[in-house]
Nanobody, 123 residues
Framework: QVQLVESGGGLVQAGGSLRLSCAAS????????MGWFRQAPGKEREFVAA????????YYADSVKARFTISRDNAKNTVYLQMNGLKPEDTAVYYC????????????????WGQGTQVTVSS
C-alpha cells in the first residue's frame, strides 16, 4: 500500500496562492490515480480534484474549477495542487488520496490517505 505525505499548507490572504504537494512512497505512483479532498470544521470531507495515472484525465469540483490545478510528476512520485484565487471558504484540511488504476471522485473509492495539511484563508 502506498504511503502519502502532504505538505505546503499554511495561512494566506484571500486572493493568494498556495501549492500543495503529496509525496508517495512504498509504491510507484504511476500505478495509482490520485485525488485531493478537503474537510472543513463541522463539514463532511469533499472532493476537490483528481488525476489519472498518466495525468491525461483530470476532474475538478465546480467550486474550484478555473482556480485550482492538479498535476503529477511520476518520476518524483509526487502530486501537486496549485491553488490560486483562494477564498475564505477554501479553508480546510486538505488530504491526498490514492487508488489503484482508474480515476475516481468519491472518497470511499480511495484506499490510501495522507495525514492532511491545513490551509487557512483569511479575509
Amino acid at each position: 500500500q502506498v504511503q502519502l505525505v502532504e505538505s505546503g499548507g499554511g495561512l494566506v490572504q484571500a486572493g493568494g496562492s498556495l501549492r500543495l504537494s503529496c509525496a508517495a512512497s512504498g509504491h510507484t505512483t504511476s500505478s495509482y490515480a490520485m485525488g485531493w479532498f478537503r474537510q472543513a470544521p463541522g463539514k463532511e470531507r469533499e472532493f476537490v480534484a483528481a488525476i489519472s495515472r498518466g495525468g491525461f484525465d483530470v476532474y475538478y469540483a465546480d467550486s474550484v474549477k478555473a482556480r485550482f490545478t492538479i498535476s503529477r510528476d511520476n518520476a518524483k512520485n509526487t502530486v501537486y495542487l496549485q491553488m490560486n484565487g483562494l477564498k475564505p471558504e477554501d479553508t480546510a484540511v486538505y488530504y491526498c488520496a490514492a487508488r489503484p488504476y482508474t480515476i475516481a471522485t468519491m472518497a470511499q473509492h480511495f484506499g490510501s490517505w495522507g495525514q492532511g495539511t491545513q490551509v487557512t484563508v483569511s479575509s
